[in-house]
């Protein structure tokens, strides 16, 4: 029988959908504890102290989800800063970057789960425990030292695709405690009862109600950002915006901003998205641009007169969250006030009573995109492998990124690209060398089939050394495209990607 709740009933159970459970945060937290230990206890030659090392992120400020990716739950995001006692003048950015990833790999296990050596970060990759995986990301670091920088900056590392190293300026603990003073007043109202009703649910974790860790106090505020980033993930899932999608820095600073110690989550939302459709007004054609007026009217969000946008890190005012706002034509602009349009609708424009179950499982998963590529895989132009394919023994996936200036990015199967981008795909497998790895390109579409471009055959790779399994091409023609590889070894393909879908348009609809 379906109940029928209040609304803010109803969006308190969906949030709790997005929480880490007890038994899982004490897991994460244990991880967490066990690399600190190992990166601590390292030998870094020029350093003067012990490293610090800290928690950042989602996990710091209690609004951590389960990502959603690909249309399905992904793996939680554990984030973490390694802050090595160099001084900034004295050493490379590189040679930071280096000393925290071979320390890492010192330790067997962490270096049989560490990944490719990221823009920022050493990822570890934790393998699913009943159905709930983790990545743990290490930022290296050192203090910041430039005299315009707030108080507990750092100077992370920052790796371009042409292997050159530089620093960037972050301040972690401050934005926290920025945070947390931003929450604090109804945050230490609501910790006492929410602790005690943990800790009698959860007595096998802990040994009194202090030992409840302040993650699981949560406040309308967190609330509400929990729910803000499950609807833009979902919402934006391989949609034909999901390129410009807000990040999560922007939907905390833009929600803890706003907050005014609202004690619904109804209230916080209402609020929030009232305002934000008030700052949409900026996209008006007759706009009047005015820096004074700007500033002290569109206080969240401003675009000022040279036709750019500001959304300042509070702990950090030389970093702008909206910096890229006005490229594409305005593209990552227009995308974030048509995500505000669907919150109007979705969590504003709701009945005060409203049946639980249906309403939660409208925010949580409702919205799985619809519009993928309605493909047939099976078009006369495709060649066939002529080797007899034998399933579930290896497996092999691509990774795929496009050029953007200098920098390689990494896109999902389905997301849409402009037309003019170099392509690289990595093939992955698990396959023992030796082996061989042959490639399919198939084109579809009016404007390939235009120039004979079809294409569909299959192609040897020429080198199949375990680093180097790419595959290059380019986005030239509208329409929808995919990419395959096959893993052959003793004249049977022994493991397959499965197709990689290119979506390619002329511009973006947004």
Avoid at 212 to 221: A, E, F, R
Avoid at 265 to 271: A, C, E, G, K, M
Wanted: hydrophobic letters at 35%; charged letters at 25%; one cysteine or more.
């Amino acid at each position: 029988m379906t109940q029928i709740v209040s609304r803010e009933e109803a969006l308190l159970t969906a949030a709790k959908k997005l929480d880490i459970s007890p038994t899982k945060y004490k897991q994460a937290i244990d991880r967490f504890n066990s690399m600190k230990t190992h990166l601590e206890q390292g030998n870094y030659p020029g350093t003067f102290r012990v490293p610090d090392v800290y928690l950042q992120g989602s996990f710091k400020l209690g609004t951590e989800i389960r990502p959603f990716k690909n249309s399905k739950d992904a793996d939680y995001d554990i984030d973490l800063v390694c802050n090595l006692g160099h001084s900034k003048q004295a050493v490379l950015a590189s040679t930071v970057k280096n000393q925290v990833g071979e320390r890492i790999k010192e330790n067997g296990t962490y270096s049989r789960l560490l990944d490719d050596e990221g823009k920022r970060c050493w990822t570890l990759n934790y393998a699913e425990d009943d159905g709930v995986g983790f990545h743990m990301d290490i930022l290296p670091s050192v203090v910041e030292n430039n005299l315009l920088a707030r108080p507990q900056s750092i100077a992370a590392t920052n790796k371009d695709q042409e292997n050159s190293y530089s620093w960037t300026t972050s301040n972690p603990k401050g934005f926290a405690a920025w945070f947390y003073e931003r929450n604090g007043t109804v945050f230490q109202q609501a910790k006492l009862t929410q602790k005690q009703r943990i800790f009698n649910n959860q007595r096998q974790l802990y040994n009194s109600i202090d030992d409840v860790p302040n993650i699981h106090v949560k406040t309308p505020l967190q609330r509400a950002i929990q729910l803000l980033k499950r609807h833009r993930d979902v919402r934006f899932s391989q949609s034909d915006i999901e390129t410009f999608k807000p990040i999560s820095m922007i939907i905390t600073v833009l929600a803890a901003n706003s907050y005014n110690n609202e004690a619904t989550i109804y209230d916080t939302l209402r609020n929030l998205i009232s305002s934000l459709n008030q700052h949409s007004h900026q996209l008006s054609n007759s706009f009047v641009f005015n820096d004074y007026y700007a500033r002290n009217t569109y206080t969240l969000i401003t675009r000022t007169s040279d036709g750019k946008w500001l959304i300042p890190n509070p702990a950090n005012p030389g970093e702008n969250f909206a910096d890229r706002w006005h490229e594409d034509d305005n593209a990552r602009a227009n995308a974030f006030f048509r995500w505000v349009d669907w919150l109007r609708d979705d969590f504003i424009n709701i009945e005060t009573f409203i049946e639980e179950d249906k309403f939660t499982k409208s925010l949580v998963d409702v919205y799985k995109p619809t519009n993928l590529p309605a493909l047939s895989f099976n078009v006369p132009h495709k060649e066939q492998l002529r080797y007899p394919i034998v399933a579930n023994i290896y497996s092999a996936n691509i990774k795929a990124s496009y050029k953007s200036n200098i920098y390689w990015k990494e896109f999902q199967s389905g997301q849409p690209l402009l037309k003019g981008k170099e392509l690289k795909f990595k093939l992955k497998t698990n396959v023992p060398a030796p082996f061989d790895v042959y490639w399919q390109v198939v084109n579809t579409g009016q404007e390939a089939a235009n120039v004979g471009q079809l294409r569909g055959e299959i192609s040897t790779q020429s080198n199949t050394s375990a680093d180097e399994i790419y595959r290059t091409e380019s986005t030239s023609y509208t329409g929808d495209h995919w990419v395959e590889g096959f893993v052959i070894k003793d004249r049977v393909c022994v493991a397959r990607t499965g197709e990689f879908v290119v979506s390619v348009r002329d511009r973006f609809a947004v």
